[in-house]
Protein backbone atom coordinates (compact mmCIF):
# COMPACT_ATOMS: atom_id res chain seq x y z
CA UNK A 1 0.00 0.00 0.00
CA UNK A 2 1.53 3.28 -0.65
CA UNK A 3 0.92 6.26 1.60
CA UNK A 4 -1.60 8.10 -1.23
CA UNK A 5 -3.92 5.05 -1.17
CA UNK A 6 -7.49 5.74 -0.73
CA UNK A 7 -9.26 3.71 1.58
CA UNK A 8 -10.92 1.74 -1.25
CA UNK A 9 -7.76 1.50 -2.90
CA UNK A 10 -5.97 -0.02 0.44
CA UNK A 11 -9.03 -2.51 0.74
CA UNK A 12 -8.16 -3.56 -2.43
CA UNK A 13 -4.77 -4.44 -2.06
CA UNK A 14 -5.39 -6.25 1.00
CA UNK A 15 -7.66 -8.60 -0.10
CA UNK A 16 -5.02 -8.63 -3.48
CA UNK A 17 -1.76 -9.85 -1.31
CA UNK A 18 -4.53 -12.70 0.45
CA UNK A 19 -6.54 -13.65 -2.24
CA UNK A 20 -4.77 -15.75 -5.10
CA UNK A 21 -6.39 -17.50 -8.10
CA UNK A 22 -4.65 -21.01 -8.24
CA UNK A 23 -4.82 -23.99 -11.16
CA UNK A 24 -6.41 -26.88 -10.39
CA UNK A 25 -3.36 -29.85 -11.93
CA UNK A 26 -5.27 -32.79 -10.57
CA UNK A 27 -8.40 -33.87 -9.05
CA UNK A 28 -8.48 -37.61 -6.92
CA UNK A 29 -11.48 -39.52 -6.62
CA UNK A 30 -10.66 -40.22 -3.25
CA UNK A 31 -14.71 -41.94 -2.66
CA UNK A 32 -17.84 -42.13 -4.27
CA UNK A 33 -18.65 -39.40 -2.36
CA UNK A 34 -14.96 -37.18 -2.13
CA UNK A 35 -12.10 -35.96 -4.14
CA UNK A 36 -8.89 -34.40 -3.63
CA UNK A 37 -7.95 -31.13 -5.42
CA UNK A 38 -4.36 -30.36 -6.03
CA UNK A 39 -4.06 -26.96 -6.29
CA UNK A 40 -0.46 -25.94 -7.85
CA UNK A 41 1.62 -22.57 -6.35
CA UNK A 42 3.48 -20.38 -8.96
CA UNK A 43 6.49 -19.53 -6.85
CA UNK A 44 5.97 -15.69 -7.12
CA UNK A 45 3.26 -16.61 -4.24
CA UNK A 46 4.88 -19.10 -2.46
CA UNK A 47 5.66 -17.61 0.86
CA UNK A 48 1.54 -16.26 1.10
CA UNK A 49 0.86 -20.01 0.90
CA UNK A 50 3.27 -21.67 3.65
CA UNK A 51 1.07 -23.50 6.16
CA UNK A 52 1.12 -25.63 8.90
CA UNK A 53 -0.12 -29.63 8.72
CA UNK A 54 -3.91 -29.46 9.79
CA UNK A 55 -4.84 -25.88 8.47
CA UNK A 56 -7.26 -24.79 6.17
CA UNK A 57 -7.69 -22.94 2.55
CA UNK A 58 -10.55 -20.53 2.09
CA UNK A 59 -12.08 -21.16 -1.21
CA UNK A 60 -14.39 -19.21 -3.68
CA UNK A 61 -16.40 -20.96 -5.22
CA UNK A 62 -18.56 -19.54 -8.11
CA UNK A 63 -22.06 -19.30 -8.60
CA UNK A 64 -22.33 -23.22 -6.94
CA UNK A 65 -26.08 -22.70 -5.45
CA UNK A 66 -26.76 -21.64 -9.13
CA UNK A 67 -27.42 -18.33 -8.75
CA UNK A 68 -24.46 -16.99 -10.11
CA UNK A 69 -23.35 -15.49 -6.28
CA UNK A 70 -19.83 -17.27 -4.90
CA UNK A 71 -19.60 -19.14 -2.11
CA UNK A 72 -16.67 -19.04 0.26
CA UNK A 73 -16.14 -22.26 2.09
CA UNK A 74 -12.97 -23.49 4.11
CA UNK A 75 -11.44 -26.67 3.67
CA UNK A 76 -8.62 -28.26 5.53
CA UNK A 77 -5.39 -29.58 3.35
CA UNK A 78 -4.32 -33.42 3.38
CA UNK A 79 -1.21 -32.57 1.79
CA UNK A 80 2.09 -32.19 4.09
CA UNK A 81 4.39 -29.42 4.01
CA UNK A 82 7.18 -31.64 4.73
CA UNK A 83 6.04 -33.56 1.79
CA UNK A 84 4.10 -32.61 -0.57
CA UNK A 85 4.88 -29.59 -3.66
CA UNK A 86 1.46 -29.02 -4.45
CA UNK A 87 -1.18 -28.24 -2.06
CA UNK A 88 -4.03 -30.75 -1.51
CA UNK A 89 -7.52 -29.88 0.05
CA UNK A 90 -9.77 -32.95 0.43
CA UNK A 91 -13.76 -32.26 -0.22
CA UNK A 92 -16.98 -34.66 0.95
CA UNK A 93 -19.94 -34.07 -0.38
CA UNK A 94 -22.54 -32.98 2.06
CA UNK A 95 -26.16 -33.71 2.25
CA UNK A 96 -27.63 -30.52 0.34
CA UNK A 97 -24.39 -28.68 0.42
CA UNK A 98 -24.03 -26.71 -2.87
CA UNK A 99 -20.25 -26.10 -2.44
CA UNK A 100 -19.44 -29.20 -1.71
CA UNK A 101 -21.57 -30.94 -4.46
CA UNK A 102 -19.95 -28.36 -6.89
CA UNK A 103 -16.50 -29.47 -6.27
CA UNK A 104 -17.01 -33.36 -6.26
CA UNK A 105 -18.76 -32.97 -9.41
CA UNK A 106 -17.26 -30.38 -11.56
CA UNK A 107 -13.56 -29.01 -10.53
CA UNK A 108 -11.74 -30.53 -13.71
CA UNK A 109 -7.80 -30.52 -13.96
CA UNK A 110 -7.19 -26.40 -15.57
CA UNK A 111 -9.75 -24.64 -13.40
CA UNK A 112 -8.71 -21.74 -11.76
CA UNK A 113 -9.87 -21.32 -8.39
CA UNK A 114 -9.53 -18.13 -6.13
CA UNK A 115 -8.42 -19.18 -2.65
CA UNK A 116 -7.49 -17.34 0.57
CA UNK A 117 -3.74 -17.95 2.33
CA UNK A 118 -3.63 -20.83 4.59
CA UNK A 119 -5.15 -20.25 8.18
CA UNK A 120 -6.45 -21.79 11.41
CA UNK A 121 -4.66 -23.18 14.78
CA UNK A 122 -5.40 -26.88 14.49
CA UNK A 123 -1.99 -27.43 14.21
CA UNK A 124 0.65 -29.21 16.58
CA UNK A 125 3.56 -26.78 17.59
CA UNK A 126 6.29 -29.37 17.70
CA UNK A 127 6.53 -32.38 17.06
CA UNK A 128 8.37 -33.63 20.06
CA UNK A 129 4.87 -35.13 21.66
CA UNK A 130 3.00 -38.63 20.99
CA UNK A 131 0.02 -37.74 19.18
CA UNK A 132 -3.43 -39.60 19.20
CA UNK A 133 -5.26 -38.56 16.26
CA UNK A 134 -9.30 -39.24 16.61
CA UNK A 135 -11.58 -38.63 13.65
CA UNK A 136 -15.01 -39.75 11.95
CA UNK A 137 -15.56 -39.15 7.92
CA UNK A 138 -14.04 -35.77 6.04
CA UNK A 139 -12.38 -35.17 9.41
CA UNK A 140 -9.63 -37.67 8.52
CA UNK A 141 -8.41 -34.67 6.36
CA UNK A 142 -6.53 -32.02 8.27
CA UNK A 143 -5.41 -35.64 10.76
CA UNK A 144 -3.60 -37.03 7.66
CA UNK A 145 -1.71 -33.91 7.15
CA UNK A 146 -0.58 -34.15 10.84
CA UNK A 147 -0.15 -37.82 10.73
CA UNK A 148 2.01 -37.53 7.38
CA UNK A 149 3.96 -34.28 9.14
CA UNK A 150 5.24 -35.94 12.00
CA UNK A 151 6.02 -38.99 10.91
CA UNK A 152 8.42 -37.60 8.41
CA UNK A 153 9.40 -34.70 10.42
CA UNK A 154 9.82 -35.97 13.66
CA UNK A 155 10.66 -39.13 15.57
CA UNK A 156 7.52 -39.36 17.71
CA UNK A 157 4.51 -42.11 17.67
CA UNK A 158 1.09 -41.39 15.83
CA UNK A 159 -2.51 -43.62 17.23
CA UNK A 160 -5.53 -42.93 14.50
CA UNK A 161 -8.53 -43.79 15.34
CA UNK A 162 -10.73 -43.41 12.42
CA UNK A 163 -14.40 -43.59 12.14
CA UNK A 164 -16.42 -44.30 9.24
CA UNK A 165 -19.66 -45.54 8.13
CA UNK A 166 -18.40 -48.85 6.09
CA UNK A 167 -15.01 -49.48 5.08
CA UNK A 168 -15.69 -48.61 1.33
CA UNK A 169 -16.39 -44.97 2.70
CA UNK A 170 -13.11 -44.45 4.67
CA UNK A 171 -10.98 -41.92 2.43
CA UNK A 172 -7.03 -42.49 2.16
CA UNK A 173 -7.64 -46.11 3.46
CA UNK A 174 -4.89 -47.49 0.95
CA UNK A 175 -2.40 -44.37 1.51
CA UNK A 176 -2.91 -45.21 5.36
CA UNK A 177 -1.84 -48.75 4.85
CA UNK A 178 0.93 -47.77 3.01
CA UNK A 179 2.13 -45.58 6.24
CA UNK A 180 1.89 -48.52 8.72
CA UNK A 181 3.98 -50.25 6.25
CA UNK A 182 6.54 -47.61 6.03
CA UNK A 183 6.86 -46.82 9.55
CA UNK A 184 5.36 -49.81 11.51
CA UNK A 185 6.72 -49.00 15.30
CA UNK A 186 5.18 -45.51 15.15
CA UNK A 187 2.05 -45.47 13.36
CA UNK A 188 -0.63 -47.85 14.60
CA UNK A 189 -4.41 -47.42 12.99
CA UNK A 190 -7.86 -48.27 14.49
CA UNK A 191 -10.75 -48.33 12.76
CA UNK A 192 -14.42 -48.05 13.32
CA UNK A 193 -16.73 -49.07 10.97
CA UNK A 194 -20.73 -48.20 11.73
CA UNK A 195 -21.68 -50.87 9.51
CA UNK A 196 -20.08 -53.42 11.54
CA UNK A 197 -20.16 -51.93 15.38
CA UNK A 198 -22.68 -49.12 14.95
CA UNK A 199 -21.92 -45.23 16.15
CA UNK A 200 -18.94 -45.43 18.46
CA UNK A 201 -20.66 -44.17 22.07
CA UNK A 202 -18.71 -43.08 25.26
CA UNK A 203 -17.93 -46.90 26.63
CA UNK A 204 -16.69 -47.69 23.02
CA UNK A 205 -14.43 -44.66 22.87
CA UNK A 206 -13.10 -45.32 26.52
CA UNK A 207 -12.09 -49.09 25.61
CA UNK A 208 -10.16 -47.55 22.39
CA UNK A 209 -8.81 -44.25 24.15
CA UNK A 210 -7.91 -46.01 27.84
CA UNK A 211 -4.21 -47.06 27.07
CA UNK A 212 -3.20 -42.86 25.34
CA UNK A 213 -3.64 -40.56 28.11
CA UNK A 214 0.06 -39.99 27.90
CA UNK A 215 -1.00 -38.15 23.86
CA UNK A 216 -1.69 -34.89 22.68
CA UNK A 217 -5.13 -35.24 21.23
CA UNK A 218 -6.46 -33.60 17.68
CA UNK A 219 -10.39 -34.04 17.33
CA UNK A 220 -11.84 -33.62 13.89
CA UNK A 221 -14.81 -35.08 12.70
CA UNK A 222 -19.32 -34.25 13.03
CA UNK A 223 -20.16 -32.56 16.21
CA UNK A 224 -21.93 -35.65 18.11
CA UNK A 225 -18.61 -37.72 18.09
CA UNK A 226 -16.34 -34.85 18.59
CA UNK A 227 -18.34 -34.66 21.77
CA UNK A 228 -18.30 -38.16 22.82
CA UNK A 229 -14.23 -38.04 22.23
CA UNK A 230 -13.86 -34.95 23.99
CA UNK A 231 -15.84 -36.16 26.97
CA UNK A 232 -13.90 -39.03 26.81
CA UNK A 233 -10.61 -37.40 26.58
CA UNK A 234 -11.61 -35.74 29.83
CA UNK A 235 -12.66 -38.91 31.67
CA UNK A 236 -9.35 -40.55 30.74
CA UNK A 237 -7.55 -37.44 31.85
CA UNK A 238 -5.86 -36.07 28.70
CA UNK A 239 -5.33 -32.65 29.66
CA UNK A 240 -7.38 -29.96 28.22
CA UNK A 241 -4.10 -27.76 27.09
CA UNK A 242 -3.40 -30.76 24.90
CA UNK A 243 -6.34 -31.34 22.89
CA UNK A 244 -7.18 -29.65 20.00
CA UNK A 245 -10.26 -29.42 18.21
CA UNK A 246 -11.84 -28.42 14.91
CA UNK A 247 -14.88 -27.74 13.94
CA UNK A 248 -16.34 -26.61 10.86
CA UNK A 249 -18.02 -23.74 10.06
CA UNK A 250 -20.40 -21.91 7.14
CA UNK A 251 -18.79 -18.20 6.47
CA UNK A 252 -21.78 -16.11 7.07
CA UNK A 253 -19.64 -13.01 5.63
CA UNK A 254 -17.82 -12.66 2.51
CA UNK A 255 -14.28 -12.58 3.05
CA UNK A 256 -13.58 -11.97 -0.59
CA UNK A 257 -15.02 -8.81 -0.60
CA UNK A 258 -12.29 -5.47 -0.19
CA UNK A 259 -12.98 -4.06 3.17
CA UNK A 260 -12.51 -0.79 4.50
CA UNK A 261 -12.35 -0.27 7.81
CA UNK A 262 -12.05 2.90 10.08
CA UNK A 263 -10.80 3.32 14.02
CA UNK A 264 -11.04 6.45 15.95
CA UNK A 265 -7.98 7.50 17.97
CA UNK A 266 -8.88 9.07 21.63
CA UNK A 267 -6.42 10.13 24.77
CA UNK A 268 -7.24 6.78 26.34
CA UNK A 269 -5.60 4.55 23.47
CA UNK A 270 -3.70 1.47 24.68
CA UNK A 271 -0.49 0.67 22.45
CA UNK A 272 -0.03 -2.10 20.75
CA UNK A 273 3.70 -4.16 19.13
CA UNK A 274 2.60 -6.31 16.24
CA UNK A 275 4.62 -8.43 14.28
CA UNK A 276 3.42 -9.92 11.24
CA UNK A 277 5.04 -11.62 8.55
CA UNK A 278 8.46 -10.78 10.27
CA UNK A 279 8.04 -7.27 9.93
CA UNK A 280 7.37 -5.02 13.73
CA UNK A 281 4.22 -2.47 13.70
CA UNK A 282 3.62 0.16 16.29
CA UNK A 283 0.37 1.74 16.74
CA UNK A 284 -2.17 3.12 19.07
CA UNK A 285 -4.86 0.94 19.86
CA UNK A 286 -7.99 2.61 20.95
CA UNK A 287 -9.69 0.49 23.80
CA UNK A 288 -13.08 -0.10 21.73
CA UNK A 289 -11.45 -1.42 18.56
CA UNK A 290 -10.48 -5.01 17.51
CA UNK A 291 -6.96 -5.51 17.06
CA UNK A 292 -7.98 -6.77 13.43
CA UNK A 293 -9.76 -3.08 12.56
CA UNK A 294 -6.62 -1.50 13.61
CA UNK A 295 -4.34 -3.24 11.43
CA UNK A 296 -6.33 -3.07 8.41
CA UNK A 297 -7.10 0.31 9.28
CA UNK A 298 -3.81 1.24 9.30
CA UNK A 299 -3.16 -0.65 5.93
CA UNK A 300 -1.85 -3.90 7.12
CA UNK A 301 -2.36 -7.33 5.48
CA UNK A 302 -3.58 -9.00 8.34
CA UNK A 303 -5.19 -12.38 8.17
CA UNK A 304 -8.90 -12.79 8.52
CA UNK A 305 -11.84 -14.99 6.66
CA UNK A 306 -14.78 -14.47 9.11
CA UNK A 307 -14.37 -11.70 11.49
CA UNK A 308 -16.97 -13.04 13.47
CA UNK A 309 -14.86 -15.15 15.63
CA UNK A 310 -15.83 -18.44 14.07
CA UNK A 311 -12.64 -19.39 12.19
CA UNK A 312 -9.83 -18.86 13.72
CA UNK A 313 -7.68 -17.45 10.55
CA UNK A 314 -6.81 -14.42 12.81
CA UNK A 315 -5.45 -16.01 15.30
CA UNK A 316 -2.32 -14.50 16.82
CA UNK A 317 -0.27 -15.00 20.13
CA UNK A 318 0.07 -12.60 23.32
CA UNK A 319 3.23 -12.28 23.96
CA UNK A 320 2.68 -9.61 26.67
CA UNK A 321 -0.46 -7.86 28.16
CA UNK A 322 -3.87 -8.48 28.63
CA UNK A 323 -6.67 -8.33 25.78
CA UNK A 324 -10.38 -9.82 25.67
CA UNK A 325 -11.84 -11.53 23.32
CA UNK A 326 -15.69 -10.59 22.67
CA UNK A 327 -16.17 -13.17 21.34
CA UNK A 328 -14.92 -16.89 21.00
CA UNK A 329 -16.22 -20.14 19.04
CA UNK A 330 -13.01 -21.97 17.66
CA UNK A 331 -10.47 -21.40 20.18
CA UNK A 332 -9.80 -24.37 22.50
CA UNK A 333 -8.21 -24.20 26.02
CA UNK A 334 -5.16 -25.54 24.49
CA UNK A 335 -5.08 -22.66 22.48
CA UNK A 336 -5.66 -19.86 25.09
CA UNK A 337 -2.71 -21.63 27.06
CA UNK A 338 -0.42 -20.80 24.80
CA UNK A 339 -1.91 -17.24 24.55
CA UNK A 340 -3.47 -17.67 21.42
CA UNK A 341 -6.32 -14.63 20.74
CA UNK A 342 -8.29 -13.88 18.01
CA UNK A 343 -7.43 -10.62 16.34
CA UNK A 344 -11.18 -9.65 15.06
CA UNK A 345 -12.35 -10.29 18.74
CA UNK A 346 -9.71 -9.10 20.48
CA UNK A 347 -9.88 -5.14 22.43
CA UNK A 348 -6.93 -4.33 24.82
CA UNK A 349 -7.26 -4.26 28.71
CA UNK A 350 -3.70 -3.92 29.74
CA UNK A 351 -2.20 -0.51 28.33
CA UNK A 352 0.77 -1.99 26.43
CA UNK A 353 0.27 -5.47 24.28
CA UNK A 354 2.79 -7.36 22.33
CA UNK A 355 1.54 -9.67 20.17
CA UNK A 356 2.74 -11.81 17.03
CA UNK A 357 0.88 -13.69 13.86
CA UNK A 358 4.41 -15.52 13.27
CA UNK A 359 3.17 -18.43 15.45
S1 LIG B 1 -11.44 -13.86 11.15
FE1 LIG B 1 -12.50 -15.68 11.69
S2 LIG B 1 -12.13 -15.81 13.85
FE2 LIG B 1 -11.26 -13.91 13.29
Not at 32 to 53: C, G, M, N, T
Not at 127 to 150: E, F, Q, R
Not at 244 to 255: A, F
Amino acid sequence: MSTSDTPQQAAASRLESRAHELEVVDVIRETPDSVSIVFEVPDRILSRFRYHPGQFLTLKIPGADGSGTAVARCYSMSSSPHLDDDLIVTVKRVNGGVASGWLCDNVTVGERITVLSPSGSFYPRSYANDLLLVGAGSGITPLMSIAKSTLIGGLSSVHLIYANRDADSAIFSAEIDEMVAEFPDRFAVTHWFESERGLPDAAAMADLMRDEADRELFICGPPPFMAVVEETAEQIGIPAALTHTERYISLSGDPFSDIEVSVSSGDDDASVAVTLAGTSIDLAWPRSATLLDVLLAAGHDAPFSCREGECSSCACRVVSGEVHMRKNDTLVDSDLAMGLTLACQAVPVSDEVTVTFDT
